[in-house]
Structures are given as structure tokens and as C-alpha cells.
């Protein structure tokens, strides 16, 4: 496991943030966390990176106890905030080398994971323009590209791909599923797009209300997402698999035509992530 | 790291011309400024004389005498003016500053001691002290022209003014006791300087408080680098921008502000010290940004509070007055300001070339109030993070 967390509660003042939370993360697995605006996604991200205290709970990250390896922890992970962590009068490769600086690395091996950051997210082009004449989602790429310089075992990005166009959207969404295929690193990745995380992500949670309403991998979200269940009149249910050939189908109704019953209620699978995320956390508007 | 972290920090600065301007240009400015205009409060020379019109019906021949004797002096210009000029006019359109208004037979009377006087009609907005000086110097010459009479008389050698004036002279005393002349550039070079090394709060706060408000703060704090590392990396580079300006204005004092008709900056005192209030002055001034870009949210609240109370320092430490103008209660509160510790120390080594034991406690002084806001900066800094 690459993050274990349990029983985490935050509070602002009477305002319970994170509700008694249990979490497990595989190492390795590209992480999705979904929720409306306030629930609390920012608030577990920074706890995670020591931004702010919790109040309650154990977590341990990769074998490390958040509460005594604050130091170990830190420098096997790098934290994507969701607004922009760069200087904007500087240009790209400054703030790189600054950043890397700071990570302790020197010389050669600061200028090659500057390469290498810069090639992950193809800015060579703009290293040497400041980062405020950049695009939204040129900067975007910088805020990640920084993140990626001491090669971390996680990597957190809280809404990485706010404010810009489908097509940056969709370049950055496949940047993070390059670093993760090629160097293994975990990710972990906040968003409020559906279609982002079930694009992305290899296992799916939804935080709402402090809690995690839902989590499983994509592919058990995938398996239910052609069953249709049928409710008979002698209530018992048939799952029909909506993939499988027109003979099994037929099977079905045969079935159900000799026993003479008939169906009460067809319910159609919940496909999309979309009718999941807002069953479970309803309708409602949040602020 | 620190190399990194500081050429960050440089670059930065550089690329923010607004606090350039502020560090570099301002302190110049004011500099020239106020050492022209200062110049005449320093240096007891007037290059403009007042203009005096003299209205009287005396005889002309023993009034000419006079107006001679009043004419030998290096701040007034005495001229006779028809007695129908219009005085209102002759005031308002500033070809007289004064207008002196005597009594029939002025100086056949005034010799024998009888009814004699001299009205001075002015514009309601002159200097009271012109007046005084104007109404001093009268009376001088009237005794002058009296004595002489006497003296003609009683067939005595007169004892003019002149001659007694010439028996009073004025030396500054100076700790190595080499007398010169101060002059206002001793003055404006460390006020101005002063005043614009506080001023290095704007670049310190714009940069801190763009790190907190966009996640740059939240990256470095994820990252390990101990606080004390943040704090540093932020000091030196700031106090070599202060060492900078420091040199940049004494170089402004000395060669510059000749070239501009003003007195060239003189250090009567020892470099090394000078050096060493810098160094001082600086530490107070980061600390005091510090602490003023950590309770900020935004630049512009730290603009507004940072501004106003460098103004209010300044205005009270003397930077703005000098401190010999203001009235001794004025004098007395200034010596809060910590503006005033620095500049009291500044002027010892400039101009009375005092040694270490001079300026120790003010050094003191201001070490103390560093101390106290980086303190509060550090506190608030931990005191967050935790
Ligand atoms: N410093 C704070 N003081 C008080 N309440 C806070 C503070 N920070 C966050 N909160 C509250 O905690 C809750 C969770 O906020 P958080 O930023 O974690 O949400 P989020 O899921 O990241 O939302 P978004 O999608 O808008 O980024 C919100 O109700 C917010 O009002
Ligand atoms: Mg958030």
C-alpha cells in the first residue's frame, strides 16, 4: 500500500472537514478522488503533505508513520497544489532550478531532471520564458513539471486541469499516465470531472461529507456498467449482460416466459460515473 | 541551495521595476531635492538677497550716509522708493519684500535723540524670523550711525559694527577637531537613505505575499527545507540590496549632486563605521518587512501599512525635518522612531566624525527592534505552519 489511512478526522473549529476517513491507496495505481466543491478533497491533499495539522487518525505512507517520518515522507513525495507553485516573473528553467535547488539536487543532476522534466511535459520549447507570459495550460504543465523533480514514489495533483482547453486537458491527462507507466509512481488525483477520472484513474473513490462514499477499482465499476437487473413478479431477479450474444438474451426470456411471469421493473445499469457520483452525493448545490 | 535560493530571490528583485524605483530612483531624487533646497538652512549664505524699499522724507544728502551704511551686509538690498508708490502693490508683486516707512527727519532726530521710528509693512506671508532678523539689524545700524555721531563729536575712534562683528566668530566643534562647514548634503544623503532602505518591505512583501497567495508557499512547505532556511534565503539577499543603495547614494552625495550645483558629501568620520550603522539599519529594516509581509494578505495591505508607518517613522525621526528645525517637544518624541536611532548614528560619523562609543547605543537600540519583529515574523511564520 502505498497510503493507509485511518479513522483521519479534521475539524475547523465545528465544521468536520474529514469524518473519520479510512482509506487505502495501492502503490503503483493511478488514484482518483472525486467530490462536489468543499468536500474536502484539498483538506485530505494537505494533510497528507504536512500543509496542516489533523486532529485524529493514523497514516501511513509508503511503510512511513505520517506522525514520526515527516522527513522520509517529504522527500519521497511531491505535491502538485491547485493553485500555480511558481514565480511567475521567472522563466520556466528558473523556477526549475530553483525548485530543484531546493531538493537537494546539484550540478548535473539538476540539469538532468530539469531535461526530464521539461521533456515529461514538453516545455523545452518555453524554458526560457517567464512563466507569466505562459497559457493556462502551459502553466499548468510548469506547476506539474516542477513537481516531478525528485523523481517522487507519489505524486499529488489537486485539480490539475482547472481553468483550460479540452485539448491541454487531454495532453496533461496523458503526461500523468506517461510518469506513471514509466516510473511506477503513484498518483494521486483530484478532480470534480468525471470524465477526467474515469479516464485516467485505475481506482475510484468519491469523498463527500468528509467521508468516502464509494471506492473501487475502474475495471469492478466497469463490470456492473452492462448489467441490467430485472425485477419479476414472484420477486426474484435476473441480471441480463447487455454485452453477451443475442442467444443468452433470448435464454432470459425464455426462462421467464415459462414461468409465466413478468417483469416488474427493468433497471438499466448505472454506466456512467456521472449518474454514481450524483446518486451518491445527490443533487443538491454545494457552496 | 543558498546560491540557488538567493539568485532566485535577485532575479526577482531585478525584475520588479516598481520596487527598483522605489529602492534606487526615490532616495535620489529626494536626495538632490533636499540638499538644494536645504542648502541655505546649513550654510548661513543667502544667494538672494531680500529687497527692502526705503520710503522717507529726511534730507537726502544725510540719508544717503545711512543707506549706504544699511546697504553693507550680504541679506538685504535697501533701495529708496517714491513716497507715492503704491505699498500694497509694491508687496504683492514681490518687487519689495519689505517696505520701511520713517518718520519725518528720521536721522536728524534719531542722532539727537528725539522722535524717530521706522515702520516695517510686509506681506502677511513672510518668515517671522525675517522680520525679527530685519528689525534687529536696524536697530544696530541706527546705534551704529549714533556711536559715530558721538564718536565725531567727541573727536573719538569709532567703534563701528563691522568691527564688532569681526570679533565674534563661529567654529563647529569637531570630534578630531578639524573644523569644517556642514552642509545639507550631510543631512539628506543618510535621511533619504534611510527612509528608502525601510523601503525594501516592498519587494520583501510583494514576493512572500505571492508566495502565500498562490500555492508556491504551500510547495516549499511540502518540500524539506527547515524554516530557518526560508528565513535566511530571504535576508541576504535583502541585505545586499541594502548594502547596494547605501553605496549607490554615497556615490550620489559625493559625485553627483556637485555636478548639480549642490555641496559635495564629506565624511568626517571613519568608513568602517559607516559600514557597520548600514549593516545595523539594514537588519532593522528587513526585520521590521518581515514581520509587516507576514501579517499581510496582500500586497496592497502590506503597501498601505508598511507606506504609511515608514512615512510616519520618517516624518518622526527627523528624515523629512531635520530635527534642528523641530520645537524641543518634537525633538524629544522623535526619539522613538527608530528612523531617528539610525540617522542620530549616521550624522555622528558624517559629520562629527564620532567614534564606536558615540553611536553604540543607538546600534543598541535598533538591534533591539530587529530583534523584536523578526521575533514576530518567526512566531507567526511557526505559529501558522503548525
Ligand atoms: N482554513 C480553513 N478554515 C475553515 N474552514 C476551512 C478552511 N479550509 C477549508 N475549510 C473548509 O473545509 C471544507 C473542505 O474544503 P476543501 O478545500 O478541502 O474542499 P475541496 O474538496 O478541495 O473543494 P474544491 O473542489 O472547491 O477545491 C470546506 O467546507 C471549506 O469551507
Ligand atoms: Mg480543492
Known sequence: MAIHITHLLKRYSKNVVLDHLDLSIKQGSIFGLLGPNGAGKTTLVSILNFLIPKDAGKITILGHDWDKNQKEIKSLCSLVPQSYAFYPTLSAYENLEFFGALHGLKHKDLSRQIAYALEMTALEKYRHKRAESFSGGLKRRLNIAIGLLNNPKILYLDEPTVGIDPQSRHYILNVIKKINQSEGTTIIYTSHYMDEIEYLCDDIAILDHGKIMFHQSKEELMKNDHIATLHLSDESQKEINLYENYDALVDVFCEIKEKSLHVKELQLPKNSLEDLFLSLTKKELRD | ?386
Open chain 2, 1 to 386: 541551495m543558498l546560491y540557488h535560493t538567493l539568485k532566485k530571490e535577485f532575479l526577482l528583485i531585478l525584475r520588479n521595476q516598481h520596487a527598483l524605483i522605489v529602492l534606487f530612483v526615490m532616495p535620489t531624487l529626494f536626495i538632490i531635492i533636499m540638499s538644494l533646497a536645504l542648502q541655505n538652512t546649513y550654510a548661513n549664505k543667502y544667494d538672494v538677497k531680500l529687497n527692502i524699499g526705503v520710503q522717507s522724507e529726511s534730507n537726502a544728502s544725510a540719508f544717503g550716509a545711512f543707506m549706504d551704511k544699511l546697504n553693507q551686509n550680504q541679506f538685504f538690498n535697501f533701495r529708496l522708493i517714491e513716497n507715492e508708490t503704491v505699498i500694497e502693490e509694491a508687496l504683492s508683486t514681490k518687487t519689495y519684500d519689505f517696505i520701511l516707512s520713517m518718520t519725518p527727519n528720521f536721522m536728524e532726530n534719531i542722532v539727537k535723540n528725539e522722535e524717530a521710528s521706522i515702520q516695517i509693512i510686509s506681506r502677511s506671508d513672510v518668515a517671522y524670523q525675517q522680520v525679527a532678523f530685519l528689525k534687529q539689524f536696524l536697530s544696530l545700524k541706527m546705534a551704529e550711525m549714533v556711536i559715530e555721531n558721538f564718536s565725531t563729536v567727541l573727536n573719538l575712534k569709532s567703534a563701528t559694527q563691522a568691527s564688532f562683528e569681526e570679533k565674534i566668530t563661529h567654529t563647529y566643534l569637531l570630534k578630531d577637531n578639524h573644523p569644517t562647514q556642514i552642509t545639507s548634503v550631510q543631512h539628506s544623503v543618510p535621511s533619504w537613505l534611510i527612509f528608502s532602505m525601510f523601503f525594501i518591505l516592498i519587494p520583501i512583501s510583494n514576493t512572500f505575499i505571492n508566495e502565500k497567495n498562490f500555492g508556491t508557499m504551500d510547495k516549499l512547505r511540502s518540500m524539506n527545507i527547515p524554516l530557518s532556511g526560508v528565513m535566511l534565503g530571504k535576508f541576504i539577499p535583502y541585505f545586499v540590496m541594502n548594502q547596494l543603495q547605501v553605496f549607490c547614494m554615497l556615490l550620489v552625495g559625493m559625485y553627483l549632486l556637485p555636478l548639480l550645483g549642490g555641496d559635495a558629501l564629506v565624511i568626517q568620520g571613519s568608513l568602517f563605521l559607516l559600514m557597520l550603522i548600514s549593516a545595523v539599519v539594514s537588519i532593522a529594516a528587513i526585520s521590521f518587512a518581515l514581520s509587516i509581509a507576514t501579517i499581510s494578505n496582500s500586497s496592497e495591505m502590506a503597501t498601505i501599512l508598511g507606506g504609511t508607518s515608514n512615512i510616519m517613522l520618517s516624518a518622526l525621526g527627523g528624515i523629512m525635518v531635520p530635527k534642528i528645525v523641530m520645537p524641543k517637544l518634537m525633538q524629544d518624541i522623535s526619539e522613538i522612531s527608530p528612523m531617528s536611532w539610525a540617522l542620530d548614528s549616521f550624522l555622528e560619523v558624517i559629520v562629527n566624525g564620532g567614534s564606536f562609543g558615540d553611536i553604540q547605543h543607538a546600534l543598541f537600540k535598533l538591534l533591539t527592534f530587529a530583534l523584536c519583529f523578526f521575533s514576530l515574523a518567526y512566531l507567526i511564520l511557526k505559529y501558522r505552519r503548525d
